[in-house]
């Protein structure tokens, strides 16, 4: 079955320090790829996309995740981590043949300390 | 546009009663989700629509649950009989292919109605 992983439920980080989420499909076939954010008690809103041409995709709030067809990865990353950026982060992927559905990965809870 | 309107946004009910969720879509989005979020199993897809036409209740954990669309503004998922193990955050979320003039699988999210069933 086509799949989404997020390596690491939990990533803790430190205020101005790197953010790396990871964020690995199962397609041989680029698929379009997303991330979501989740803020306590509210619903998912979209951080950015990819669905074809240049690789590095940029998004709000500063993040930006790159397509590693080789890799079959889209790892989210934002250079300088603030408080505001703690939230749940979800990977997903609508995989070609899948109609309109995506599929979500687990997510991935981000803490961000002082 | 208000994005995707889900009602009530909390429901408390009591075991054996019947439950029902309300969602409106984005205005000229033709398809419409319907999830549920649980810490023990994440989010999960339960059914969508396209044209108001279910697609796709593979989802749809047992025949307590059904959903409805009866019009391209409107959708409903009810729990008949709730129980315990239904308490849960469930999502509506709407997109349109085309939106943007090439193809778009973006979801919009409502904010979720967090039931809990005692």
């Known amino acids: 079955a086509q799949s989404v992983t997020q390596l690491g439920s939990h990533v803790s980080v430190s205020e101005g320090a790197l953010v790396l989420l990871r964020c690995n499909y199962s397609?041989?076939?680029?698929?379009?790829l997303f991330w979501y954010v989740q803020y306590p008690n509210q619903g998912l809103q979209l951080l950015l996309k990819?669905?074809?041409?240049?690789?590095l995709v940029k998004g709000i709030n500063g993040f930006e995740a790159e397509f590693k067809k080789s890799e079959t990865s889209f790892h989210l990353t934002k250079p300088s981590a603030h408080m505001s950026d703690a939230a749940e982060y979800f990977c997903?992927?609508?995989?070609?043949?899948?109609?309109?559905?995506?599929?979500f990965g687990t997510g991935t809870q981000l803490k961000v300390e002082l | 546009d208000a994005g995707v309107i889900q009602s009530p946004r909390h429901e408390v009910t009591e075991m054996g009663q019947e439950v029902t969720l309300r969602c409106k879509p984005i205005?000229?989005?033709?398809?419409l989700f319907w999830y549920r979020q649980t810490m023990m199993r994440g989010l999960e897809l339960l059914i969508y629509?396209?044209?108001?036409?279910?697609?796709?209740d593979s989802g749809m954990p047992e025949d307590r649950f059904s959903a409805k669309m009866p019009n391209a503004s409107f959708s409903t998922l009810k729990i008949q009989p709730s129980e315990p193990r239904d308490s849960a955050v469930y999502f509506c979320?709407?997109?349109?292919?085309?939106?943007?003039?090439?193809?778009?699988?973006?979801?919009?999210f409502g904010p979720g109605t967090r039931l809990t069933v005692t």
């Open positions: 990819y669905t074809t041409g240049a690789t």
């Open positions: 397609s041989s076939v680029p698929p379009y």
């Open positions: 629509f396209n044209n108001n036409v279910p697609i796709d």
């Open positions: 979320a709407s997109s349109s292919i085309y939106e943007t003039g090439e193809r778009n699988y973006e979801q919009y």
């Open positions: 205005s000229g989005h033709d398809y």
């Open positions: 997903a992927v609508r995989y070609t043949g899948g109609g309109n559905k995506l599929t």
